[in-house]
Nanobody, 127 residues
Framework: QVELVESGGRVVQTGDSLTLSCVAS????????MGWFRQDPYERNLVAGI???????WYPESVEGRFTVTRDNAKKTMWLQMNNLTPQDTDVYYC?????????????????????WGRGTQVTVSS
């Protein structure tokens, strides 16, 4: 099992920056690729993926250049740094873990590949 807890979501203004964090626990965490998702608009879509060893990341065009995902496995923590936020970024952001990546350098971009999820943290960007 992997237990995930997100935090950091709040109401911010357009153009602001915000950092989300996800703390993991459980014996299945080691080796897991991880990702941040949001429901945008009817599906949970990956907004940032990161491999277990942390060197490989993936972002969709909507956030590339504005969002940065990092992790520290010693702390069992993943962060999402979000810059230049817009109202379109408003959503519940979910942390997810994939305990069976193809390699320590692999990421997955489909929600179905992630069996473990946090409860989400609300990000609201007002104009």
């Amino acid at each position: 099992q992997v237990e995930l807890v997100e935090s950091g979501g709040r109401v911010v203004q357009t153009g602001d920056s915000l950092t989300l964090s996800c703390v993991a626990s459980g014996r299945s965490f080691d080796g897991s690729a991880m990702g941040w998702f949001r429901q945008d608009p009817y599906e949970r879509n990956l907004v940032a993926g990161i491999s277990w060893e942390g060197s490989n990341t993936w972002y969709p065009e909507s956030v590339e250049g504005r969002f940065t995902v990092t992790r520290d496995n010693a702390k069992k923590t993943m962060w999402l740094q979000m810059n230049n936020l817009t109202p379109q970024d408003t959503d519940v952001y979910y942390c997810a873990a994939d305990p069976q990546p193809l390699t320590p350098y692999a990421t997955a971009y489909n929600a179905k590949e992630y069996p473990f999820w946090g409860r989400g943290t609300q990000v609201t960007v007002s104009s």
